[in-house]
């Protein structure tokens, strides 16, 4: 083959190679929910002197709908009318086709630069608009603003703001050891605009959002050994604040963000100690031969709960934050671990381990004697539950065919959905706080 | 400021002397080339266990890595075996200094496992040092489950992967 054939060829593979690398996690929808809410999604009009935006904001708020499993969103082929604004609406139609709620929208421009979308959402049994407002973006902030819309109108419905507007944080692994490259990458709720925050040779471990979603703490082995860093996400600088001799990890904010709970093994096995993150000084929670590892604060900052092995298997135990005895929390279970708690604090996703097979189970306290557990997830190795911040879905890290793969799933275990990476291996994934609208 | 001057500067702060002592960046598995002088080749061979050669000589200092039960950091005997022949080396080869990576399968928490590496680390230090080495030869550092030789969810794969590897930074 001539050169002048190749070189096309290899520009090709070139970009079908770069094409896979920024592919966003693929979703995938494993189940239905005839519960859910039925809500039409009307394509927005495009009323700008400009080009229309390439994102297609029905598109985005009607999967986001469609993933939460509490709403079912018409499907784009049986929206047979098209209003563009409440003049245009006739409910008889949308009672026809059994929708309770509609949301239409329109795109103009922005004064300015950009598109201005405004947006109306309505009940169509009581034919009453309930939901009206225009947000402005530029086209690469236009995901976001229907997301934002997604939310608005979920709270409509639920009356518990919506979680759409929200990231990820989660860590990849390419290749095989002794050569393994680690990412910690960040992206949309929806698996949309990964962006890399760190990447390294060594393993990166336990993502954690700062409460302002601003900072990512985790655990880094770059040094030879594990460390704690925090990094800021808009500007990438970081700084060491936890490498003692022996294991740093497990970092988790305060909900008021000045503290960090982690696990250290300082004095000879792991053991829960909370940093002060003004002053650096260390607390020591917890006393025991035992792993105690994995802390997560509960929302009113007094207590937390936490991973021991100390009753011969690992199992979820809860201690105030100024120390003391801890107390048991799971009294059902084998084996359960990485505790993710609820903004209510009643609600606990844990790892649930039986032989072999380990799957996510949450733990629900104001159901009955010691709560209710439900098993959330169907797999054999699924591990790093971690609840969105209204609780109404959990993303968490599932293995098939040898490498790691996300899912999100409806708090009541009923909608799945993969996330997953082209190639290469994805875990530990962490819900972000809400994002400042 | 640049941000590798950041992190060095929190990182002096923070810890002092002792992050210069702990920091032993491996990019690798293998161990680390040996820096001795050749020099040491007019030693004699035979039965030298304070030559860095006996490393590469000696069958039973050629094995680097013990295996452990799930879920367990107890030493089992053919891992007592290896582990006593480092430590008639290192006893024998004061400046020699190893660091000990505890691993574990990847059923479980990752951060628990990351613990329980550690576990099997210590458990390797311990007979190391109670068979003659000394403590202060040994680093333990545990990689829980996220340096995986091997990545099937099957018992043979996971056999492969609860390990602890032996490795040398000064020979």
């Known amino acids: 083959m001539t050169l002048r054939l190749l070189l096309p060829l290899i520009a090709l593979l070139a970009l079908a190679g770069a094409a896979r690398a920024d592919e966003p996690l693929r979703l995938t929808i494993s189940g239905a929910n005839e519960g859910a809410v039925p809500v039409a999604v009307v394509p927005f009009a495009h009323e700008g002197a400009g080009l229309p935006p390439s994102v297609d904001l029905a598109q985005v708020i009607a999967a986001d709908f469609n993933r939460s499993g509490q709403i079912r969103s018409l499907p784009r082929g049986d929206v047979v009318e098209f209003p563009v604004r409440e003049s245009d609406v006739r409910f008889a139609t949308w009672r026809l086709l059994r929708q309770d709620y509609l949301v239409i929208g329109r795109v103009a421009d922005a004064p300015g630069g950009g598109f201005r979308i405004e947006y109306e959402a309505f009940d169509v049994a009581r034919q009453e608009r309930i939901l009206a407002g225009a947000l402005n973006g530029r086209e690469a902030e236009l995901r976001g603003v229907a997301h934002q819309i997604a939310d608005l109108v979920y709270e409509k419905i639920f009356g518990v703001r919506g979680a759409f507007f929200t990231r990820i944080a989660y860590v990849t692994a390419r290749g095989v050891a002794p050569s393994i490259e680690y990412a910690l990458m960040v992206a949309d709720s929806d698996g949309h605009g990964p962006q890399l925050v760190v990447r390294s040779r060594e393993p990166l471990m336990s993502p954690a959002w700062s409460p302002d979603g601003r900072r990512l703490a985790y655990v880094s082995f770059e040094r030879g050994n594990s460390a704690i860093y925090i990094q800021e996400l808009a500007t990438g600088s970081r700084e060491v604040v936890s490498a003692s001799p022996g294991i740093n990890g497990a970092p988790a904010f305060s909900p008021d963000g000045s503290r960090l709970a982690l696990s250290l093994s300082r004095t000879g096995n792991p053991e829960i100690h909370v940093l002060d993150l003004a002053s650096r000084q260390t607390t020591q929670l917890t006393r025991h031969w035992a792993i105690d590892t994995e802390p997560q604060w509960l929302p009113d900052g007094r207590s937390i709960v936490f991973t021991s092995d100390r009753a011969g298997k690992p199992q979820i135990y809860q201690v105030p934050a100024t120390g003391g005895e801890p107390t048991r929390l799971t009294g059902q279970g084998d084996y359960n671990a990485r505790v993710s708690v609820a903004y209510d604090g009643q609600r606990f996703a844990m790892v649930q381990g039986a032989g072999n097979v380990y799957r996510i189970a949450v733990l629900d306290r104001t159901r009955g004697g010691g709560g209710r557990y439900d098993l959330v997830s169907p797999g054999r190795m699924d591990e790093s539950p971690s609840f969105a911040p209204n609780a109404s879905m959990l993303i968490y890290a599932a293995r098939e065919g040898g490498r790691g793969v996300l899912y999100s799933v409806s708090a009541d275990g009923r909608v799945r959905q993969r996330l997953v990476l082209a190639d290469g291996d994805v875990r530990e994934p962490a819900w972000s706080p809400y994002r400042q609208r | 400021m640049n941000v590798a001057i950041r992190i060095s500067l929190a990182a002096l702060l923070a ?107 210590n458990a390797a230090r311990d007979a190391l040092t109670v068979a003659g080495a000394s403590s202060g030869q040994l680093t333990v550092v545990s990689y829980g489950e996220e340096r995986p030789t091997c990545t099937m969810s099957d018992e043979s794969c996971w056999q492969q992967n609860r390990r602890v590897e032996i490795v040398y930074t000064v020979r």
């Open chain 2, 15 to 121: 810890f002092g002397l002792v992050a210069c002592k702990k920091k032993t960046v491996r990019d690798e598995v293998e161990p680390p080339v040996d820096t001795t002088p050749p020099v040491a080749q007019t030693t004699p061979a035979g039965d030298d266990w304070s030559d860095p050669s006996a490393l590469d000589r000696i069958p039973c200092l050629r094995q680097r890595v013990v295996y452990f039960d799930f879920d367990q950091a107890n030493v089992r005997s053919e891992a007592q075996e290896i582990l006593s022949c480092h430590a008639r080396y290192l006893s024998n080869r004061s400046m020699a200094r190893v660091t000990l990576e505890g691993h574990a399968d990847e059923r479980g928490s990752r951060e628990y496992n990351l613990g329980l590496g550690e576990r099997r680390g």
